[in-house]
């Protein structure tokens, strides 16, 4: 195929790049403006590692500037702005986005190497989240608390408000690009708060396209802004303290960064996953076999609920296992642009030498490869399978750390508890996945698994965040879903009415 370039032809975008002998140069926002700089951060595809745009970066002095401007007038334009203008412009980013998709679509193919159907799908959740955001307000409601039961507080009252925090710093990952923009900004902004959006360094167009279209649809420019620079450079930015939340879509190691330079603030932090699944000896065999060949290979693994670890009860290991394998064998690896392919490639040749070495690690330690496990060039792997004895799992390193690609251990048992306690010993609780129909089986493992979101009969998926989900342990802080995430990007405030007058205290 030919080298990988970006479409440029939809002119709705034209004044966030300028284009530089036949390479375009994207845009920073600040500061309510899009602005180029000679500082610049070089992109390249997944597909093919080749040059497809340069990202211009802005200077550390200016984005305090911005950020002092955003904390002074910014945060008020979108406060004092009536919420049901802001749900509007949420509304009609969903309606730029389905008219200018063609161009987002084909960002995520070749800047984070999504296959057709996955980059297409990114686009439509995105739209059906934003659309969602009306189920957001329901949960921007306060309390009325009665004094009357404590001595020291009859003839008083409170309210319980919930008010924007001021700044929230948005940091993305590379993964869900998109998505992860959009669903971040629409809770953050519904009620009230002023953004800086940090997109991922290797895949960062699709923020950039999505910042675009939030302006157009009229969020005030004094209230949101986009700084790219990289990760290892924000660590002025994430402790100032004029942002008051930091949400934080990444790795553990990341988040665990984060927190020690950040100080004290609001924290969301959406952090590494890889997910168990357990199934049980009544499983619906096929179908639970086509789940987790799907969770291991979708989006090359790269996804936090992607599924590492199967455990599966003796008696149908062997047809699991060669039906998982029967499922790896029909997924298509290959150039993503090409409609056929199921799996393309990985974000970057390090995450492809971590993965390698994650299969060697586990040949070393006697396990078996039951499917692929070759690496085919600089990015481009074949998912792998892998075969372990139980009581060596835990020395992997597929098992104590996040691997974020297509690997998956698979290893039997025959008593709960060793699921139980296989699933549990990870540093990671992010989802698990139940497939059977033993409902005294499932209710033990739903009481103790430690985990956020469990998924029964069905390979864990975050989709739209319409059933919340989020970390325990090394997995996060907080939970993102459409109704939920709202109340941790919102403050309490407790207002108190002394009355004073004589009432209730006759009857004392
Ligand atoms: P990452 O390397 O941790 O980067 C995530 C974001 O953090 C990027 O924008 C990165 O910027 C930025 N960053 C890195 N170091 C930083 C620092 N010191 N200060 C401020 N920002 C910093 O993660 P990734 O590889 O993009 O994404 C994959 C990870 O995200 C996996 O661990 C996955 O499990 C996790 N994830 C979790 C969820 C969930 O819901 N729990 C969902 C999706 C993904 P640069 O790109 O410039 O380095």
């Given at each position: 195929?030919?080298?990988?370039?970006?479409?440029?032809?939809?002119?709705?975008?034209?004044?966030?790049?300028?284009?530089?002998?036949?390479?375009?140069?994207?845009?920073?926002?600040?500061?309510?403006?899009?602005?180029?700089?000679?500082?610049?951060?070089?992109?390249?595809?997944?597909?093919?590692?080749?040059?497809?745009?340069?990202?211009?970066?802005?200077?550390?002095?200016?984005?305090?500037?911005?950020?002092?401007?955003?904390?002074?007038?910014?945060?008020?334009?979108?406060?004092?702005?009536?919420?049901?203008?802001?749900?509007?412009?949420?509304?009609?980013?969903?309606?730029?986005?389905?008219?200018?998709?063609?161009?987002?679509?084909?960002?995520?193919?070749?800047?984070?190497?999504?296959?057709?159907?996955?980059?297409?799908?990114?686009?439509?959740?995105?739209?059906?989240?934003?659309?969602?955001?009306?189920?957001?307000?329901?949960?921007?409601?306060?309390?009325?608390?009665?004094?009357?039961?404590?001595?020291?507080?009859?003839?008083?009252?409170?309210?319980?408000?919930?008010?924007?925090y001021g700044i929230s710093l948005i940091i993305i990952p590379f993964?869900?690009?998109?998505?992860?923009?959009?669903?971040?900004?629409?809770?953050?902004?519904?009620?009230?708060?002023?953004?800086?959006?940090?997109?991922?360094?290797?895949?960062?167009?699709?923020?950039?396209?999505?910042?675009?279209?939030?302006?157009?649809?009229?969020?005030?420019?004094?209230?949101?802004?986009?700084?790219?620079l990289p990760g290892k450079h924000m660590s002025k930015v994430v402790?100032?303290?004029?942002?008051?939340?930091?949400?934080?879509?990444?790795?553990?190691?990341?988040?665990?960064?984060?927190?020690?330079?950040?100080?004290?603030?609001?924290?969301?932090?959406?952090?590494?996953?890889?997910?168990?699944?357990?199934?049980?000896?009544?499983?619906?065999?096929?179908?639970?076999?086509?789940?987790?060949?799907?969770?291991?290979?979708?989006?090359?693994?790269?996804?936090?609920?992607?599924?590492?670890?199967?455990?599966?009860?003796?008696?149908?290991?062997?047809?699991?296992?060669?039906?998982?394998?029967?499922?790896?064998?029909?997924?298509k690896v290959g150039d993503p642009r090409d409609k056929g392919v199921?799996?393309?490639?990985?974000?970057?040749?390090?995450?492809?030498?971590?993965?390698?070495?994650?299969?060697?690690?586990?040949?070393?330690?006697?396990?078996?490869?039951?499917?692929?496990?070759?690496?085919?060039?600089?990015?481009?792997?074949?998912?792998?399978?892998?075969?372990?004895?139980?009581?060596?799992?835990?020395?992997?390193?597929?098992?104590?750390?996040?691997?974020?690609?297509?690997?998956?251990?698979?290893?039997?048992?025959?008593?709960?508890?060793?699921?139980?306690?296989?699933?549990?010993?990870?540093?990671?609780?992010?989802?698990?996945?139940?497939?059977?129909?033993?409902?005294?089986?499932?209710?033990?493992?739903?009481?103790?698994?430690?985990?956020?979101?469990?998924?029964?009969?069905?390979?864990?998926?975050?989709?739209?965040?319409?059933?919340?989900?989020?970390?325990?342990?090394?997995?996060?802080?907080?939970?993102?879903?459409?109704?939920?995430?709202?109340?941790?990007?919102?403050?309490?405030?407790?207002?108190?009415?002394?009355?004073?007058?004589?009432?209730?205290?006759?009857?004392?």
């Amino acid at each position: 195929m030919e080298k990988t370039k970006l479409s440029l032809d939809d002119p709705f975008f034209n004044d966030i790049y300028d284009v530089e002998e036949g390479i375009p140069v994207f845009k920073y926002f600040l500061n309510g403006e899009w602005k180029k700089s000679n500082d610049r951060s070089k992109i390249v595809s997944p597909i093919d590692n080749n040059v497809i745009a340069y990202i211009s970066r802005p200077e550390l002095s200016e984005v305090e500037k911005a950020i002092e401007n955003m904390y002074s007038k910014g945060k008020w334009k979108i406060r004092d702005m009536p919420g049901d203008v802001r749900l509007k412009i949420i509304e009609k980013i969903a309606d730029i986005l389905e008219k200018h998709q063609d161009v987002v679509i084909d960002s995520l193919v070749i800047n984070a190497g999504k296959t057709y159907n996955s980059a297409k799908g990114e686009v439509l959740a995105t739209i059906e989240r934003l659309r969602k955001s009306p189920l957001d307000l329901r949960k921007i409601v306060g309390d009325l608390i009665p004094g009357d039961w404590s001595s020291e507080a009859l003839e008083t009252e409170a309210l319980i408000r919930r008010e924007p925090y001021g700044i929230s710093l948005i940091i993305i990952p590379f993964n869900y690009p998109l998505f992860d923009s959009a669903n971040k900004i629409t809770y953050t902004i519904l009620p009230g708060n002023a953004i800086i959006l940090k997109p991922p360094s290797s895949d960062p167009i699709p923020s950039l396209f999505l910042l675009k279209m939030a302006i157009e649809a009229g969020l005030p420019k004094e209230s949101i802004a986009l700084i790219t620079l990289p990760g290892k450079h924000m660590s002025k930015v994430v402790s100032n303290s004029k942002i008051g939340i930091i949400n934080l879509t990444g790795s553990t190691e990341t988040g665990i960064e984060v927190m020690k330079e950040a100080g004290i603030k609001q924290f969301i932090m959406e952090l590494g996953g890889g997910d168990p699944a357990i199934v049980l000896g009544d499983a619906d065999i096929s179908w639970a076999a086509k789940r987790i060949s799907l969770a291991i290979t979708s989006y090359s693994g790269q996804r936090c609920d992607s599924i590492k670890l199967i455990l599966a009860e003796d008696k149908i290991y062997e047809q699991l296992k060669n039906e998982i394998v029967n499922e790896l064998s029909k997924v298509k690896v290959g150039d993503p642009r090409d409609k056929g392919v199921d799996m393309g490639p990985l974000i970057d040749k390090s995450s492809a030498d971590q993965w390698e070495e994650g299969v060697k690690d586990a040949m070393a330690k006697g396990c078996k490869i039951l499917f692929g496990g070759k690496r085919i060039n600089d990015t481009f792997i074949e998912p792998a399978l892998i075969e372990c004895d139980r009581d060596k799992v835990k020395e992997l390193v597929a098992y104590k750390e996040e691997i974020f690609s297509s690997i998956a251990i698979i290893t039997k048992f025959s008593d709960l508890n060793q699921a139980i306690e296989l699933s549990n010993d990870r540093r990671y609780g992010l989802d698990a996945s139940i497939f059977g129909n033993d409902v005294n089986k499932i209710r033990k493992l739903v009481r103790l698994l430690e985990v956020g979101a469990i998924y029964i009969n069905d390979m864990p998926k975050h989709g739209i965040n319409y059933y919340p989900f989020g970390g325990r342990k090394d997995s996060g802080i907080g939970r993102e879903g459409i109704g939920y995430s709202i109340e941790q990007v919102t403050a309490m405030k407790s207002i108190v009415y002394n009355y004073k007058g004589k009432g209730v205290w006759d009857y004392i």
